[in-house]
């Protein structure tokens, strides 16, 4: 069975992955080998030669749009960073487990991953304020 994890969010790419970039990569849409996968844009451009579709990869997101086990989350990350150097990947993405209250984000910040857990206080508690 396993633990499934919903995930929303993205983690931004700046400057856009090329599609000579991302050719053959295993975070295209459909694979099913990584708990993230790139979000490809194509773009239309005329030129005097015909029709030339530009690709680009400009974020990662969830690999899938419902629940799944995402339990390499923070490592496919990691490993998409290392991938690409000389790209700036920056964001978060919240991330909800199947039992009540089991919730996180994943952020990315100074080329570093990082699990990030929410702080719960109470409404009269001192900590409130």
């Not at 000389?86 to 039992?99: A, K, T, V």
Request: charge should be negative; glycine fraction near 8%.
């Amino acid at each position: 069975m396993g633990y499934n994890t919903s995930i929303t969010g993205e983690i931004k790419i700046s400057p856009p992955l090329t599609n000579r970039e991302i050719a053959g990569s295993a975070f295209l849409p459909g694979t099913t080998n990584r708990d993230v996968r790139l979000v490809v844009e194509e773009v239309t451009v005329e030129t005097d030669d015909g029709t030339l579709i530009r690709r680009t990869a400009t974020a990662l997101e969830a690999s899938s749009e419902g629940p799944y086990k995402a339990y390499h989350l923070m490592e496919h990350i990691t490993e998409a960073m290392t991938t690409w150097p000389g790209h700036q990947f920056s964001g978060h993405l919240e991330c909800s487990g199947e039992d009540a209250g089991d919730l996180w984000r994943v952020v990315v910040r100074d080329s570093r991953v990082e699990r990030i857990e929410p702080r719960i206080v109470w409404p009269d508690s001192p900590d409130a304020a």
